[in-house]
């Protein structure tokens, strides 16, 4: 199982940008999607998750600016970035829950980070 993230840059205070993940190989069936992120010299932190179903959660920190979706039919989430702020800079990390087969358990997953960094 591979997930390859893509859409991070540079952009300027109060720009926008749209992260894609796409997830592929084994899959049987995905729970939860979602992105982290991690800052230089902080913890790693949830930015926003989806359920199969479309349930979502916010960290507090970016409600009302970040929107996350899926396409299921793809395997692939994505997080909608406006209203960016210097703090929204770092790396964000996707991840999947999913099960590879009917009779297994459902495990995390990872992709590579992609920066995004926001100038003042």
């Known amino acids: 199982v591979q997930l390859q993230a893509s859409g991070g840059g540079l952009v300027q205070t109060g720009g926008s940008l749209r992260l894609s993940c796409a997830a592929s190989g084994r899959i049987f069936s995905i729970n939860v999607m979602g992105w982290y992120r991690q800052a230089p010299g902080k913890q790693r932190e949830s930015v926003a998750t989806i359920t199969s179903p479309g349930s979502t959660t916010y960290a507090e920190s970016v409600k009302g600016r970040f929107t996350i979706s899926r396409d299921n039919a793809k395997n692939t989430v994505y997080l909608q970035m406006n209203s960016l702020k210097p703090e929204d800079t770092a790396v964000y990390y996707c991840?999947?829950?999913?099960?590879?087969?009917?009779?297994?358990?459902?495990?995390?997953?990872w992709g590579r980070g992609t920066q995004v960094t926001v100038s003042s």
């Open positions: 991840y999947a829950n999913l099960r590879t087969s009917v009779t297994s358990f459902p495990d995390n997953y």
